[in-house]
């Protein structure tokens, strides 16, 4: 069967994995944002707003090429404020801020201003 191990060398590595175990700590560090209860109704608030904002735009739908690409602006900007909020993106690079750089985005890809959908 070849090179196996044997109990000795399975006992000492069994031992040795529960001293390292018993060193951690027993509660984990959390790494996660904590939240109070204002700051996420605050953003239930904002997702509510934004949410509203689409819906209108749902609602009212353009009918030429120019309205269609200011109502895609006004959109990718309303995600743009949504994911700032969201992901906690309260200090944004000079000369940029999340609409801004979903607009970017958006004309890289092509879509901005390009659409062939009606």
């Known amino acids: 069967m070849g090179n196996g191990y044997n109990g000795l060398w399975v006992e000492s590595q ?11 700590a027993p509660e984990p560090v959390s790494l996660d944002p904590q939240y109070s209860r204002r700051d996420h109704e605050a953003r ?3 997702y509510d707003a934004e949410l509203r904002a689409v819906e209108w735009e749902a ?3 353009p009918r ?6 200011e109502t895609q602006e006004r959109l990718i900007a309303s ?3 949504f994911a700032a909020n969201a992901l906690d993106l309260s ?8 609409a801004t750089f979903f607009l970017l985005a958006s004309s890289l890809r092509g879509g901005h201003g390009s659409s062939t959908q009606p």
């Open 14 to 24: 069994g031992s040795r994995c529960a001293a390292l175990w018993n060193e951690c």
């Open 44 to 46: 239930e608030i904002a």
């Open 59 to 61: 609602r009212h739908a």
């Open 64 to 69: 030429t090429i120019a309205a269609r690409a």
């Open 79 to 81: 995600f743009g404020q």
């Open 91 to 98: 200090a944004n690079p000079p000369h940029s801020s999340p």
